[in-house]
């Protein structure tokens, strides 16, 4: 049963539009992130907190925003979609190095 | 700054034949070792860690991973596959005082008929 949640699993959207994809986690970690992945490719790192009102961005380059302003909750927002952000996004979280990450279900994010 | 290489991309295998998917870590101090599977439009699922102690770890459904420090090396095996193992699998190395993982760039395991 997951512990870290992502929604919404599927998102079609027009371009030019607003979206923020949710990522919420029951398990109290202090280290969140997020990972953009193309169908069978690597994971990229985009952003990632390691607690409250503390972010940073990744390895990766990008266009999108995150906020930490409770423990559980990491949402990712997208200002203007374009089609170059269709992708996967995945989500996760974990306590310390020795217990590595958990992982949401991911959002495939699809822009028109 | 570590760094992780699974050395092939894809590796097919037939039902029931035994399976190896390789992984080199570089790095100058001690590490955690990771192997994570990824299901079709799904998220990472950990499969199994190597933290310390016996360098013979195993995993969920079967699988398997052995560290060899003088190597760097931290394979995955199973002895007999499954349709249902289909799937991408990553290796990840994190360094004991570090707050993130290195993903190595996956291995498309596809299990045959």
């Known amino acids: 049963e997951a512990d870290i949640y992502q929604t919404p699993r599927y998102l079609v959207i027009g371009t030019g539009k607003k979206i923020t994809l949710e990522c919420s986690q029951t398990m109290g970690h202090d280290k969140m992130y997020w990972y953009q992945q193309d169908p069978g490719m690597e994971l990229h790192l985009i952003h990632y907190s390691y607690g409250v009102n503390s972010t940073e961005k990744g390895d990766l380059s990008s266009e999108s925003t995150v906020s930490r302003i409770r423990t559980e909750h990491f949402p990712l927002t997208l200002e203007s979609a374009r089609p170059s952000h269709t992708s996967q996004y995945l989500c996760a979280s974990s306590a310390d190095g020795s217990y590595g990450y958990t992982f949401g279900s991911g959002t495939r994010l699809t822009v028109v | 700054a570590q760094s992780v290489t699974q050395l092939d991309s894809q590796v097919p295998v037939f039902e029931e034949a035994p399976v190896e998917l390789r992984c080199n870590y570089s790095?100058?101090?001690?590490?955690?070792l990771f192997w994570y599977v990824q299901y079709p439009n799904q998220g990472l699922q950990l499969l199994l860690k190597?933290?310390?102690?016996?360098?013979l770890v195993k995993g969920i459904n079967g699988f398997e991973a052995e560290f060899n420090k003088s190597q760097t090396s931290f394979h995955l095996r199973k002895p007999s596959v499954h349709i249902s193992d289909t799937a991408e699998y990553f290796c990840a190395v994190s360094l004991r005082s570090a707050r993130q993982l290195t993903f190595g760039s996956g291995t498309q395991l596809t299990v045959l008929p």
């Open positions: 190597y933290l310390s102690g016996s360098t």
């Open positions: 790095s100058s101090v001690s590490v955690y």
